[in-house]
């Protein structure tokens, strides 16, 4: 059997590193940095993310800076959708539409250039991980904004817990290994 078809999301999730306290104290941090130097791991988790949107139309995935950008080309390339990426605040170049969010402490800021999605295009929405859902919603209605309709988003990791999938109800989510 080949070293891929031995690989299943138990073995996926012993390739998750619980960091305590980073990055501050009390925060229990999913380093995912072993499961990507893992070759069929990898090839395992981006192949299981995109079956999960097996038969949708997607015509750009939108990968949210910065660990959402390890998997969403990826997905891109498979599903010959587009890519695209929301940054950070003061990344992006060209005209852009901005989104503020609430963090536990503060807000942050995520844009997206605004001719980087048209009305009517189906959109996949990608990031290694979902927390509260904070990021995520807004990610969404910066796409939503745009006039792109969300089909879906996919998560390595969701810590189900923080109950991010609530603020989310209304769309497909899916994620493959939950804490
Ligand atoms: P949230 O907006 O609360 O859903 O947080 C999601 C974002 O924060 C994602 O981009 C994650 O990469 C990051 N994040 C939140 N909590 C963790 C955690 N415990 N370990 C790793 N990344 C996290």
Do not use: W
């Amino acid at each position: 059997m080949s070293a891929e078809k031995r690989m299943d999301l138990e073995r996926l999730k012993t390739l998750i590193r619980d960091v305590p306290d980073f990055p501050k104290k009390g925060i229990m941090f999913k380093d995912i940095t072993p499961l990507l130097k893992d070759g069929s791991a990898l090839r395992f988790a981006c192949d299981q993310l995109a079956a999960g949107f097996k038969g949708k139309q997607i015509d750009q995935v939108v990968g949210i800076e910065s660990r959402g950008f390890i998997f969403s080309p990826v997905l891109a390339y498979r599903m010959s959708a587009g890519f695209v990426p929301v940054r950070k605040k003061g990344k992006l170049p060209s005209a852009k539409e901005t989104v503020s969010y609430s963090l536990e402490y503060g807000e942050d800021t995520l844009e997206v250039h605004r001719d980087a999605i048209t009305k009517g295009t189906h959109v996949l929405i990608v990031d290694d991980l979902l927390a509260t859902g904070g990021t995520a919603e807004a990610v969404v209605r910066l796409v939503e904004k745009l006039g792109g309709t969300v089909v879906g988003l996919a998560f390595l990791v969701e810590l189900k817990f923080l109950k991010g999938r609530e603020r989310l109800k209304n769309y497909q989510i899916h994620s493959l290994i939950q804490y």
